[in-house]
């Protein structure tokens, strides 16, 4: 099978944002022709351009980062998404005009209208349903920016209502984001991530007692949120119940309000950017996650999982780790409407070192179990197929 591979971003271990589809084109790479053209809005090392190049028969980079840098000015940033997006739309009706191509699998929400004039088969990954998360995320945020907030659901909604008529073959991540999407369609798949084990597994422990860890690039909106909550809810009651409690918030570029919220507490580390997570997560006793609202599957529960670490998240997390084989979980489930449930969840926890073992055990078990990538690569694989032979 030859495949025109679309992405929104490069993605690659290397690349700070998603790494869903540098597991899928590897996987798919082993028995499959890639063609592959991606847009990349962060620098990109050599080394990922390099490992990428194995993969594929052929990938084009569209740049968005002159230099290495994105300007500051947003007019400046305006031309040079239009000059990328022009450059690859052109290559996009080369390839096609070729007529090597069996299928094109798109990836995103973002550049859907280079589909409209393509004549072979089409499978896209929506992969999360943005316009849930924008509409929960209205309910904790002021007042004033409700007008904002409904103009960017409104528009995001028409967007993946217009990405449903572009093809039969469409997967998103978890049922519940397919539900939000269109709840009538059943005929939408749904295609997990997978979790690497070789690289999430844990080494010798070296948790402390009482420390909690949250991940994830804290600029990013449900993660900044879940780290106020942390820092300004949870925090004082762990203080007064536990010894020494101690919070790990690890994440590439945290924004000043929570660089100014956490000034002068001591017992909370703001790292920003690290290499590598993973020593971080092992110094915890416990990953605390009171994400409010989200969209997709959080990664960063199953690589926690993975390293044999308890966690204690929210509904709306646990929701998004759900799949249609899949059921139930070894995540503490708390509401967080209640503050005091959620610091009652973790400090419960702490304080039995035993069933802390055993949720971490269950939750690494859990995650070989259910969260392979190469079995979700083969779900796209039947997926594409399908659509060359013209299955519905």
């Not at 007019?75 to 000059?83: C, F, G, V």
């Not at 080369?94 to 699998?105: I, K, P, R, T, W």
């Not at 002021?142 to 217009?162: A, C, D, G, Q």
């Not at 509401?335 to 009652?344: K, N, W």
């Amino acid at each position: 099978m030859r495949i025109l591979y679309f992405t929104v971003d490069f993605q690659h271990p290397l690349v700070p944002g998603s790494h869903r589809h540098y597991h899928f084109i590897k996987e798919l790479s082993k028995r499959h022709d890639i063609v592959w053209l991606t847009f990349a809005s962060k620098p990109v090392p050599a080394e990922a351009i390099d490992e990428m190049r194995q993969y594929t028969t052929e990938m084009r980079v569209f740049s968005w980062c002159p230099d290495g840098k994105l300007p500051t000015s947003k007019l400046a940033r305006r031309k040079l998404r239009t000059q990328a997006v022009t450059a690859l739309d052109l290559a996009f009706r080369e390839v096609l005009e070729a007529g090597e191509q069996d299928v094109v699998f798109f990836h995103g929400q973002r550049d859907h209208s280079l589909l409209n004039s393509c004549e072979i088969p089409v499978v896209i990954d929506m992969c999360d349903a943005n316009s849930m998360r924008i509409l929960t995320q209205a309910r904790y945020e002021s007042i004033y920016r409700l007008p904002v907030n409904m103009l960017n659901y409104l528009w995001t909604l028409s967007t993946e209502r217009k990405i449903l008529q572009k093809s039969r073959h469409i997967a998103l991540i978890s049922p519940r984001d397919r539900a939000a999407v269109a709840a009538s369609n059943s005929d939408i798949h749904v295609v997990p991530n997978g979790v690497d084990l070789d690289y999430w597994c844990p080494t010798e422990k070296v948790s402390h007692r009482n420390t909690i860890v949250l991940t994830g690039e804290m600029s990013y909106r449900p993660n900044t949120d879940a780290a106020m909550v942390l820092v300004r809810k949870v925090m004082p009651i762990l203080r007064q119940e536990l010894d020494d409690p101690q919070l790990l918030l690890v994440g590439r570029a945290p924004p000043a309000a929570l660089k100014d919220e956490v000034r002068g507490q001591e017992d909370i580390t703001l790292t920003g950017f690290v290499d590598d997570v993973r020593p971080w997560i092992q110094q915890a006793s416990l990953f605390a996650a009171p994400i409010r609202f989200a969209s997709g599957m959080q990664n960063k529960i199953l690589e926690a999982m993975a390293m044999k670490l308890p966690v204690v998240t929210t509904p709306v997390v646990e929701e998004g780790l759900r799949s249609d084989a899949i059921e139930g979980n070894p995540a503490i489930v708390a509401g967080i409407d209640s503050e005091r449930a959620f610091a009652d969840a973790i400090i419960r926890l702490l304080r039995d070192p035993v069933e802390c073992a055993s949720l971490g055990e269950a939750g690494r078990a859990y995650v070989k179990q259910n969260f392979s990538w190469a079995s979700s690569s083969r779900m796209f694989e039947r997926m594409c197929l399908d659509a060359i032979a013209g299955v519905n």
